[in-house]
C-alpha cells in the first residue's frame, strides 16, 4: 500500500516538474508574442478608434467615425476592389501552374533537380529586384514585350501606364513569383501518395487523366487547401509589388487595400483612419479564410 502511494506520488511529482520544464521551455516565445505581436495588436485597436496622427498633437477619441467613414470611402472600396481583382485571378492560376510544375519535376530523372531550381529560383529573388526587372521588361521604349510585340508585327504597348492592363503586368509578376514555392507544396503532398495506388488503378486499366481526377487530386485536398488559402492571404495583402512597380498607379488603378493603408499611415499620417482599414481588412481576411476552411472539411467528409 505505501510503495502504491509512493510511486503515485512519484508519478505526480514527475508530471509537474514536466510541466513546470514545458513552461519554460515555451515562455521566451510566449513572451515574444505577448511584447511584439499581441500587446502591438492591443494598442493598435485602441488606435483606430481615434483621431491619432504622427506628427502633431491630434489624439481625440471618436468612436466608430473611423470605421463608418472607411466603409463610404470611395478610395478605400476601390483598393480593396482592385486586391480581391488580384486575387480572384490569381488563386486559380497560380495553383495550376503550381500543381502542374510539381506533377513535371515529381518523377525523379537527371534533370529534375535542374528545374526545381530554376522553377524555384524567382522565390528567392526579392521582391524590389523582381518588381525592377520587370518594370524594364514593360518598358515602352527598349522593354522585351514590345520587342517581340514589334517582331509579331503587333501594336506596341505602354503596359504599366495604362489603367485597363496595368494590374494584368502586376498579376503576371506575382505568379512568376510565387509560383515556384507552392510548387514545393504540392510535391510535397503528391510524394505523400503511395505508388501502390496508380499500380493498382493501372491494372484496373484507368487511364493518366483517371489517376489525376481519381487518385491525385483527391488525396492532394488538404494540401490544395492549404496552398488556396495561403494563396488567398497573399494576394489580398499585396503591396510590395505595387510599390515598386507602379507606386498605385497609373490614377490609383493598381493601388490594392495594403498600399493604401501605407500611404495613409506614412504619407497623409493618418494612423487611427489606417489602423482602422487594416483592421477591416484583417476581419475581410479572417471571414475568407473560415470560409475557405469550412468548404474543404465539407468536400472532405463527402
Do not use: C
Amino acid at each position: 500500500m505505501n510503495s502504491a502511494i509512493h510511486r503515485k506520488k512519484s508519478s505526480q511529482s514527475f508530471r509537474k516538474h514536466e510541466q513546470v520544464t514545458a513552461f519554460w521551455f515555451v515562455f521566451p516565445a510566449l513572451a515574444l508574442l505577448l511584447v511584439f505581436v499581441f500587446y502591438p495588436m492591443i494598442q493598435a485597436f485602441m488606435i483606430s478608434f481615434k483621431n491619432y496622427s504622427l506628427v502633431g498633437s491630434g489624439d481625440v477619441f471618436v468612436g466608430l467615425d473611423n470605421y463608418t467613414g472607411l466603409l463610404t470611402d470611395r478610395s478605400f472600396l476601390n483598393s480593396l476592389k482592385h486586391s480581391f481583382y488580384f486575387a480572384v485571378i490569381v488563386i486559380p492560376i497560380q495553383t495550376s501552374i503550381a500543381l502542374g510544375l510539381a506533377l513535371l519535376i515529381q518523377k525523379k530523372t537527371a534533370a529534375s533537380g535542374l528545374f526545381r531550381t530554376l522553377y524555384f529560383i524567382p522565390v528567392v529573388i526579392s521582391t524590389a529586384v523582381a518588381a525592377t526587372v520587370f518594370k524594364l521588361i514593360y518598358n515602352k521604349e527598349f522593354g522585351l514585350l514590345n520587342s517581340v510585340l514589334k517582331a509579331l508585327h503587333l501594336p506596341l504597348t505602354n503596359f504599366l501606364s495604362n489603367p485597363e492592363t496595368a494590374m494584368n503586368g502586376i498579376i503576371i509578376l506575382g505568379i512568376w513569383k510565387a509560383a515556384g514555392f507552392f510548387m514545393i507544396i504540392f510535391l510535397a503532398g503528391l510524394n505523400n501518395i503511395s505508388p501502390d495506388l496508380y499500380e493498382a488503378a493501372k491494372v484496373d486499366g484507368a487511364s493518366k487523366l483517371q489517376q489525376f481526377f481519381k487518385i491525385t487530386l483527391p488525396l492532394l485536398k488538404r494540401t490544395t487547401a492549404f496552398v488556396v488559402i495561403m494563396t488567398t492571404i497573399d494576394a489580398i495583402k499585396l503591396s510590395g509589388l505595387v510599390f515598386v512597380l507602379t507606386n498605385g498607379g497609373p490614377n490609383s488603378s493598381t493601388e490594392t487595400v495594403v498600399f493604401y493603408i501605407y500611404k495613409l499611415a506614412f504619407q497623409q499620417m493618418r494612423m487611427g483612419y489606417a489602423t482602422a482599414a487594416a483592421f477591416i481588412l484583417f476581419a475581410i481576411v479572417l471571414i475568407i479564410s473560415l470560409v475557405q476552411m469550412k468548404l474543404f472539411d465539407n468536400e472532405k467528409d463527402e
